[in-house]
């Protein structure tokens, strides 16, 4: 098969992928992942959960899930977003290992995915005490498998992932290690962290409808300056096929008119491996004026999947800085003659991966965020973290990622990993913006953020 064969193959993979997503949102809440075409067939199942840790600060439960084909696949990353526990929400890190499937056998995750629920940022135990006497918990939110494919494919896809996205609402066995002595322990604690939440929200009306602690100061105080970012573009094949793909992610405002997100979104092709060994190589060339950059307000009512046809655009109501030397790491590639030669990438986790976008008018229904005091803390025990759904339409509310911190050779890096869209997330301490997210699992300090601006104004 030459390489247009294999792109024409891939773009008939895309109209497939297209179709199954518009089939899996048909369906009912409570059915898996289930493609219409009866020779691909991808289900996933969450099929029970397990209380791993539990103390008057969180709760972690290990949640099983199986993932069952009728083709041989390997799975890249399975990620839960926007998931809910007994009402309650919660954070599960993507898992991130590579995951043989083989047709027509169920296989479950090789390791389970971690569920936390941080007890001050609750209203009430009661639906963790409620699952563990039941034995069961109700799951909602979305489940995302990637699929692992071809270069060809890759590029083909956009992405360069093979997202299969469902809704995900369970009920799901919930066991306890230890048997009824570790259950009547587990149900004390709740108890006690119960009792002190009463406390903290007395005089608290319950009519205000808010969680107590980060996450609603986040969503009160930092979501409404925050912004989703869509970046699309185009390469063409040595054959001018023109092929298109994007970058999603996040922003936020600093300034009535300055607005800071990742250098990555200007320029994504340079900074994601598979897209910049494929140009470098020359197996693909960037297609001039084809790149555009919209950031859509947070609360604003928006399509789903956002758009570059929309929101506030680069060119119009936004002005770009001047671009900035990244920092480049050094990679192989192949080119046309199949002979390796070097290459670069340029570094996410970097001081110069960031960039400003200038309003040509003040923001003034958008407030500024909170920037924490300096100097910062070397740990944080909790730090909140934004990202927008891919999925559903209306209001655009980002939702909130709660992770533990700290400091690191002038890095904040993250106690679990996080899926690429939250990349230029602000990370928001208790007392204000501390850094933005870079990587999947760390992100700059402000003073770097500080230093690049006063290069800009």
């Known amino acids: 098969m030459n390489r247009r064969q294999a792109l024409q193959t891939s773009y008939r993979f895309v109209a497939y992928l297209a179709a199954l997503c518009a089939f899996a949102f048909a369906r009912s809440p409570n059915s898996t992942i289930a493609l219409p075409d009866g020779e691909h067939q991808v289900i996933a199942d969450c099929i029970g959960m397990s209380l791993q840790q539990i103390d008057t600060e969180k709760v972690v439960f290990a949640l099983k899930v199986t993932v069952d084909a009728v083709q041989d696949m390997k799975l890249n990353e399975v990620t839960l977003a926007n998931l809910h526990f007994n009402g309650l929400p919660v954070f599960a890190a993507p898992l991130q290992l590579p995951i043989r499937l083989t047709k027509g056998q169920k296989v479950e995750l090789p390791q389970p995915i971690l569920v936390t629920i941080y007890l001050h940022d609750v209203t009430s135990t009661k639906p963790l005490s409620q699952a563990l006497l039941d034995g069961f918990a109700t799951l909602d939110g979305e489940l995302y498998v990637s699929m692992h494919l071809s270069p060809i494919a890759k590029i083909a896809l956009g992405t360069f992932k093979a997202v299969v996205p469902m809704k995900l609402q369970q009920r799901v066995p919930v066991a306890i290690p230890g048997g009824a002595i570790s259950k009547t322990a587990a149900l004390a604690v709740l108890e006690t962290a119960d009792v002190a939440l009463k406390h903290l929200l007395a005089g608290v009306s319950a009519s205000v409808g808010i969680w107590p602690g980060l996450r609603s100061d986040v969503l009160q105080q930092y979501a409404p300056a925050t912004f989703a970012v869509v970046v699309t573009y185009a ?3 040595a054959q001018r096929e023109e092929v298109p793909l994007t970058w999603t992610g996040v922003a936020f405002r600093v300034s009535p008119t300055w607005i800071v997100l990742p250098d990555e979104a200007l320029e994504p092709w340079a900074f994601d491996p598979d897209i ?3 140009v470098q190589s020359g197996v ?6 084809t790149f555009r950059l919209s950031i859509w307000p947070s609360g604003q009512a928006a399509p789903a999947p956002l758009t570059t046809d929309g929101g506030l655009q680069l060119g119009r ?6 671009p900035t030397v990244q920092a480049t790491t050094q990679v192989m590639l192949l080119t046309h003659s199949r002979l390796p030669q070097k290459g670069k990438l340029n570094v996410r986790a970097g001081s110069r991966n960031i960039t400003f976008l200038k309003t040509t008018e003040a923001l003034s229904a958008i407030p500024s965020a909170r920037i924490a005091p300096l100097p910062l803390a070397a740990r944080w025990e909790a730090v909140a973290l934004l990202r927008f759904p891919r999925l559903g339409s209306g209001a655009l509310m980002p939702e909130v990622i709660l992770t533990s911190a700290y400091l690191d050779n002038g890095r904040i890096r993250f106690a ?4 690429s869209t939250v990349l230029g997330s602000p990370i ?3 007392n204000g913006i501390i850094g933005m997210v870079q990587d999947e699992s760390s992100g700059i300090p402000w003073t ?3 230093e690049s601006m006063k290069s800009f104004e």
């Open 317 to 322: 109501q936004l002005h770009g800085t001047p």
């Open 235 to 237: 390469v063409k094949d």
């Open 276 to 278: 910049a060994t494929a």
């Open 428 to 430: 928001i301490a208790p």
């Open 448 to 450: 770097g953020i500080a």
């Open 416 to 419: 679990v990993n996080v899926d």
């Open 284 to 289: 693909y060339t960037l297609e001039p004026n």
